[in-house]
């Protein structure tokens, strides 16, 4: 037993130890902050990285500039990053502990090295931005092919929006992948044609600034849709100069754009972005395809603490179609692949937008961001898939048609924090909003050659509420950080059926309590490793949940991923993750047919691997690999395949840019022979198809050409298993029915920067 003396002693050394550790806390732990400014522009820049390599603690300069990162040591490596500008080292000295750092960034063509492995849920995407920059979208509809493991098919004449396949899901025009752009949704709830609906054509390409996007069910501000992913495009906020192109090639095909400069000042600017699109198309009845785009945008920014935005954008397109084809018409040589059955196929569209979104910094680590969107919409479209199956005389048209208003908003607050010790980093994210759909005269009715309404089959009007909350919390500690959060929806569906011959209204709600859960280990600054789960949804059409007494609302989507990302090199990035997906319920509306037809439960099992690199300063290779396993899981062994679920897809490319003022890239897209039904007795055909294009510029102008289908392949894009019946024949046919692939297509471009 210890004396008091010894035992004070004792305790006086214990407290002496605790002092000098503390002292050597404070000695070694400190805070830089400074001002991060672009050397083009002289004004500061925002989303700037600042990453401490040595601890992995990031953050990103906020709308003035300013950083602030703590937990630094004398001697560690601070990199400063961002896309599209040179990155930059410091080595700390003590000596800046004690003033701030003023960082000024060159610009520079975007590289895979100025992106680094940070822990963040969705790092990918950073890295993806790269294709985008290197390589362009050069039309509205290869916006979603540049997401990896992402395939989209056209099937109407290039007015209606896009079938897309995404980690086992037959996705159709939206069902399983949530799209916004600038913050306004682009899936449309409860329409006329099918759940989901994301008709991006409203987009002009070259007005894309950089692509947000992530796999799986595992993000807190992702709501409705989000089951297989999601997609958040983001326009430009100003231009560097003013853009007139010319586009022309084979079928009648035009296309014109302008991007001019309306305001260019020290705090505001603004532009207007215009196109035009014609086309005949490649069928042999003329498409007679128009489009016109017209987009205005105002960008404020006091580079202090407050920046805001507000677009108004204008979409409207109007098209003929020959729509989807039996292999039997062509194999008996009633028509060849780009003839038709029924040539009055069609419709048109339009789409208003007003988007303001507003960003306001209440200190160095609080910020509140708030949005507001209005769109005006209108749909009409014509089809015929069966020909003459139920109606032999007049034939088996029909006409979809709404008219909608869209209102929405959101606000979201950030705030971070280090705990007391300095020896961990706490993000937290809160939010809510709403979406509100007003659509009027939601109708499906038997038609004649788009004039006579023979029946109509549904005719209502759909009011539809989604109420949202959602809170996301982010703990770094040294190697390891964890991400968990939820999202709270609450929705209201509303259906007055317009056929009933007295007031007919049905009403129906729901809430819906959706966890995740990232986690995220740091091996080292090259490599990441992480895994995800996390509870999603789609909601179901308004008529069908008020059909259905509520039954079947908000079917749940579980769904996990496990994977690394890893950069062996600063210009080689590999991505791979096995992931897994339970859906409680694939339970849509068909609109096409006016009916439900639920699928019951669904399990899907996947590998994805994707590499990026960079073999020179000019020189750029891409490609991803994805397989999924998607079976039913309440059907027997051999009756248990998922329709069009593809189970092998592939896509990417090599392309180049600045060389001797040459740039251009040769791309591919693939996919793997399908099953079209349920036992696999109906086959839709893969493909392999290849793009090419090839620019050159001197001075401000450039000219150039690109290729579709460089070598002339013989594809379908879009297939079906579909009973039909022809004209002439006494009984029905099942089999597949589909829209041709675009053969060789060529078209020149030229286009002058002022």
Same mark, same amino acid.
């Given at each position: 037993?210890?004396?008091?003396?010894?035992?004070?002693?004792?305790?006086?050394?214990? *407290?002496?130890?605790?002092?000098?550790?503390?002292?050597?806390?404070?000695?070694?732990?400190?805070?830089?902050?400074?001002?991060?400014?672009?050397?083009?522009?002289?004004?500061?820049?925002?989303?700037?990285?600042?990453?401490?390599?040595?601890?992995?603690?990031?953050?990103?300069?906020?709308?003035?500039?300013?950083?602030?990162?703590?937990?630094?040591?004398?001697?560690?490596?601070?990199?400063?990053?961002?896309? !599209?500008?040179?990155?930059?080292?410091?080595?700390? %000295?003590?000596?800046?502990?004690?003033?701030?750092?003023?960082?000024?960034?060159?610009?520079?063509?975007?590289?895979?090295?100025?992106?680094?492995?940070?822990? %963040?849920?969705?790092?990918?995407?950073?890295?993806?931005?790269?294709?985008? %920059?290197?390589?362009?979208?050069?039309?509205?509809?290869?916006?979603?092919?540049?997401?990896?493991?992402? #395939?989209? !098919?056209?099937?109407?004449?290039?007015?209606?929006?896009?079938?897309?396949?995404?980690?086992?899901?037959?996705?159709?025009?939206?069902?399983?992948?949530?799209?916004?752009?600038?913050?306004?949704?682009? $899936?449309?709830?409860?329409?006329?044609?099918?759940? +989901?609906?994301?008709?991006?054509?409203?987009?002009?390409?070259?007005?894309?600034?950089?692509?947000?996007?992530?796999?799986?069910?595992?993000?807190?501000?992702?709501?409705?849709?989000?089951?297989?992913?999601?997609?958040? #495009?983001?326009?430009?906020?100003?231009?560097?100069?003013?853009?007139?192109?010319?586009?022309?090639?084979?079928?009648? /095909?035009?296309?014109?754009?302008?991007?001019?400069?309306?305001?260019?000042? @020290?705090?505001?600017?603004?532009?207007?972005?215009?196109?035009?699109?014609?086309?005949?198309?490649?069928?042999?009845?003329?498409?007679?395809?128009?489009?016109?785009?017209?987009?205005?945008?105002?960008?404020?920014?006091?580079?202090?603490?407050?920046?805001?935005?507000?677009?108004?954008?204008?979409?409207?397109?109007?098209?003929?179609?020959?729509?989807?084809?039996?292999?039997?018409?062509?194999?008996?040589?009633?028509?060849?692949?780009?003839?038709?059955?029924?040539?009055?196929?069609?419709?048109?569209?339009?789409?208003?937008?007003?988007?303001?979104?507003?960003?306001?910094?209440?200190? @160095?680590?609080?910020? *509140?961001?708030?949005?507001?969107?209005?769109?005006?919409?209108?749909?009409?479209?014509?089809?015929?898939? /069966?020909?003459?199956?139920?109606?032999?005389? $007049?034939?088996?048209?029909?006409?979809?048609?709404?008219?909608?208003?869209?209102?929405?908003?959101?606000?979201?607050?950030?705030?971070?924090?280090?705990?007391?010790?300095?020896?961990?980093?706490?993000?937290?994210?809160?939010?809510?909003?709403?979406?509100?759909?007003?659509?009027?005269?939601?109708?499906?009715?038997?038609?004649? $050659?788009?004039?006579?309404?023979?029946?109509?089959?549904?005719?209502?009007?759909?009011? @539809?509420?989604?109420?949202?909350?959602?809170?996301?919390?982010?703990? %770094?500690?040294?190697?390891?950080?964890?991400?968990?959060?939820?999202?709270?929806?609450?929705?209201?569906?509303?259906?007055?059926?317009?056929?009933?011959?007295?007031?007919?209204?049905?009403?129906?709600?729901?809430?819906?309590? =959706?966890?995740?859960?990232?986690?995220?280990?740091?091996?080292?600054?090259?490599?990441?490793?992480?895994?995800?789960?996390?509870? +999603?949804?789609?909601?179901?059409?308004?008529?069908?949940?008020?059909?259905?007494?509520?039954?079947?609302?908000?079917? /749940?989507?579980?769904?996990?991923? *496990?994977?690394?990302?890893?950069?062996?090199?600063?210009?080689?990035?590999?991505?791979?993750?096995?992931?897994?997906?339970?859906?409680?319920?694939?339970?849509?509306?068909?609109?096409?047919?006016?009916?439900?037809?639920?699928?019951?439960?669904?399990?899907?099992?996947?590998?994805?691997?994707?590499?990026?690199?960079?073999?020179?300063?000019?020189?750029?290779?891409?490609?991803?690999?994805?397989?999924?396993?998607?079976?039913? =899981?309440?059907?027997?062994?051999?009756?248990?395949? #998922?329709?069009?679920?593809?189970?092998?897809?592939?896509?990417?490319?090599?392309?180049?840019?600045?060389?001797?003022?040459?740039?251009?890239?040769?791309?591919?897209?693939? #996919?793997?022979?399908?099953?079209?039904?349920?036992?696999?007795?109906?086959?839709?055909?893969?493909?392999?198809?290849?793009?090419?294009?090839?620019?050159?510029?001197?001075?401000?102008?450039?000219?150039?050409?690109?290729?579709?289908?460089?070598?002339?392949?013989?594809?379908?894009?879009?297939?079906?298993? /579909?009973?039909?019946?022809?004209?002439?024949?006494?009984?029905?046919?099942?089999?597949?029915?589909?829209?041709? !692939?675009?053969?060789?297509?060529?078209?020149?471009?030229?286009?002058?920067?002022?």
């Amino acid at each position: 037993m210890l004396s008091p003396i010894k035992r004070k002693k004792s305790l006086k050394n214990k *407290i002496s130890l605790l002092v000098f550790l503390l002292i050597i806390c404070i000695v070694n732990a400190h805070e830089i902050n400074g001002i991060i400014i672009s050397e083009d522009t002289g004004k500061p820049l925002q989303g700037v990285g600042v990453y401490n390599k040595t601890t992995g603690y990031y953050m990103y300069s906020n709308v003035s500039g300013y950083f602030e990162l703590d937990d630094v040591s004398e001697n560690d490596t601070i990199y400063f990053y961002r896309l !599209g500008y040179e990155t930059q080292e410091l080595v700390i %000295k003590e000596s800046q502990f004690i003033s701030s750092i003023n960082m000024t960034l060159k610009i520079s063509p975007a590289s895979l090295d100025q992106v680094l492995i940070v822990s %963040k849920a969705n790092v990918l995407s950073t890295f993806f931005n790269v294709d985008l %920059k290197t390589s362009p979208v050069k039309s509205s509809q290869e916006i979603l092919r540049k997401i990896p493991g992402l #395939i989209i !098919g056209q099937h109407a004449g290039g007015g209606k929006a896009e079938q897309i396949f995404l980690r086992g899901f037959d996705i159709d025009h939206g069902t399983d992948i949530a799209i916004d752009v600038d913050g306004m949704p682009v $899936n449309m709830v409860s329409h006329a044609h099918g759940q +989901g609906y994301a008709d991006m054509h409203f987009i002009i390409p070259e007005t894309i600034d950089n692509i947000d996007f992530g796999k799986g069910t595992y993000y807190a501000d992702k709501g409705n849709f989000n089951t297989a992913g999601y997609v958040d #495009i983001n326009t430009k906020k100003t231009i560097d100069d003013n853009v007139i192109s010319i586009e022309t090639g084979q079928f009648n /095909t035009l296309r014109a754009l302008n991007m001019t400069r309306i305001i260019d000042e @020290e705090t505001s600017s603004a532009y207007i972005a215009s196109e035009l699109m014609l086309s005949d198309g490649v069928f042999e009845s003329p498409q007679n395809f128009n489009r016109i785009n017209v987009m205005g945008r105002y960008n404020f920014n006091n580079y202090k603490d407050e920046s805001f935005n507000m677009a108004m954008s204008h979409f409207q397109s109007k098209w003929d179609a020959s729509g989807q084809i039996p292999i039997r018409a062509v194999e008996n040589g009633l028509i060849n692949r780009f003839g038709a059955i029924d040539d009055t196929e069609g419709g048109n569209t339009s789409r208003s937008n007003f988007w303001i979104n507003h960003n306001k910094q209440l200190d @160095e680590h609080s910020s *509140i961001k708030s949005s507001v969107f209005l769109s005006k919409y209108d749909f009409e479209l014509y089809s015929n898939f /069966t020909f003459f199956l139920e109606d032999p005389v $007049n034939g088996d048209q029909i006409h979809q048609k709404e008219d909608r208003t869209i209102f929405g908003a959101k606000t979201t607050f950030d705030h971070s924090f280090h705990l007391e010790d300095h020896d961990a980093q706490l993000k937290y994210k809160l939010g809510a909003g709403f979406r509100y759909d007003d659509v009027n005269d939601v109708q499906l009715s038997k038609t004649l $050659n788009r004039q006579t309404i023979l029946e109509r089959l549904a005719y209502g009007n759909i009011d @539809e509420l989604n109420a949202f909350s959602f809170a996301d919390l982010t703990y %770094k500690k040294n190697k390891w950080t964890l991400n968990p959060g939820f999202r709270l929806d609450y929705f209201k569906f509303d259906y007055e059926n317009l056929l009933a011959t007295s007031y007919d209204n049905k009403s129906e709600n729901k809430v819906l309590f =959706s966890p995740k859960l990232n986690i995220i280990y740091a091996a080292s600054p090259k490599l990441q490793l992480f895994t995800k789960t996390g509870l +999603g949804y789609h909601s179901n059409d308004t008529r069908v949940v008020t059909a259905n007494n509520g039954k079947e609302v908000l079917p /749940t989507a579980f769904g996990t991923d *496990i994977g690394l990302i890893m950069k062996p090199m600063d210009r080689l990035v590999i991505n791979a993750a096995l992931w897994s997906l339970f859906l409680q319920q694939e339970f849509v509306y068909v609109g096409d047919a006016g009916i439900v037809e639920p699928s019951g439960k669904t399990k899907r099992y996947g590998a994805d691997l994707g590499l990026r690199y960079q073999l020179t300063d000019w020189l750029f290779f891409n490609t991803d690999v994805n397989y999924t396993y998607a079976r039913s =899981s309440e059907d027997p062994k051999g009756q248990d395949y #998922i329709p069009l679920a593809p189970d092998l897809t592939s896509s990417g490319g090599l392309n180049f840019k600045n060389l001797n003022n040459f740039s251009g890239g040769l791309s591919y897209r693939f #996919i793997k022979d399908r099953p079209a039904n349920e036992d696999n007795s109906i086959v839709a055909e893969g493909y392999f198809i290849t793009d090419f294009n090839l620019n050159y510029t001197h001075k401000n102008w450039t000219v150039g050409f690109i290729v579709e289908n460089l070598f002339d392949t013989e594809w379908n894009e879009a297939q079906f298993a /579909t009973e039909s019946r022809l004209f002439n024949e006494v009984t029905p046919v099942e089999e597949i029915h589909f829209t041709p !692939g675009t053969p060789f297509f060529l078209r020149g471009k030229v286009s002058v920067r002022f």
